[in-house]
């Protein structure tokens, strides 16, 4: 059983329908890619899987529980986490609170600190700056903020919208090292992602969307060898 199934899921803005009952799953253990041009319905499709925003039609399941209807806040305690496009971190709290709240649903402390030092680990520019003021941060280091923060509530599945989007070259690449070494931490990865080839380079699978459907899937590896995905999203 996939830890995440779509079925015929199917959004509309009014008479626009930006989502033309698409499926999908997420393996357990996976980096899977949602890929696609700007206005395919990428970032509509992670909304609509977080109940950010009303279903025309579909069922969600995740781990085996049906999610289609339990509103966004009680989905982090089942286990998913989104870190949405534009990063939408706490602008006028610390680093450290930033990154407390994350782990608002858990209960145990000592668990909680030492997560907390995974993460400072993991990025030692957040525990030096985890007093400074989480607006005052550079793009890059906004993106490993919220990333980190979502991870603090110890997710079994991460979903990301867009995490590279406006960085640097140098930050992009160290955004997708941490997707890696997440996965490789047994947190299972859906990624949204408009670099099609990092994105693809680091799936194990992934599903094209085009105008609000699966236009293509495959593995990563494969996808990123394909004549018509590198024509139309990797530049030839």
């Known amino acids: 059983m996939a830890l995440l199934e779509v079925e ?46 009303p279903k ?19 989905l982090v305690p089942m286990g998913i986490a989104q870190v949405p496009e534009g990063r939408r971190i706490f602008q006028e709290l610390t680093v450290a609170e930033n990154l407390r709240l994350g782990s608002y649903t858990r209960k145990n402390k000592k668990e909680i600190e030492e997560s907390l030092e995974k993460m400072y680990e993991r990025f030692p520019i957040l525990k030096e700056r985890s007093k400074q003021i989480a607006g005052t941060l550079s793009g890059g280091e906004q993106q490993m903020l919220a990333m980190s ?26 955004i997708f090292d941490m997707i890696k070494q997440v996965n490789s931490e047994e947190t299972t990865v859906l990624l949204v992602e408009q670099n099609a080839k990092k994105a693809l380079a680091i799936a194990d699978r992934a599903y094209v969307l085009e105008i609000g459907k699966i236009a293509k899937s495959g593995k990563g590896a494969e996808l990123l060898e394909d004549d018509s995905i590198r024509r139309a999203y990797l530049g030839g």
Do not use: W
């Open 149 to 174: 923060r979502a991870l603090m509530s110890h997710p079994k599945l991460l979903l990301l919208d867009e995490p590279s989007m406006g960085l640097s070259p140098l930050y992009v690449n160290t």
């Open 8 to 53: 015929n899921l199917a959004v509309s803005y009014g008479l626009i329908q930006a989502i033309k009952g698409i499926s999908f799953e997420v393996n357990e253990g996976e980096i899977v890619a949602l890929i696609g041009a700007n206005g395919a319905g990428k970032t509509t499709t992670m909304h609509a899987l977080c109940n950010l925003i």
């Open 56 to 74: 025309q039609a579909g069922k969600v399941t995740f781990d085996g529980k049906d999610v289609t209807g339990v509103a966004a806040h009680k």
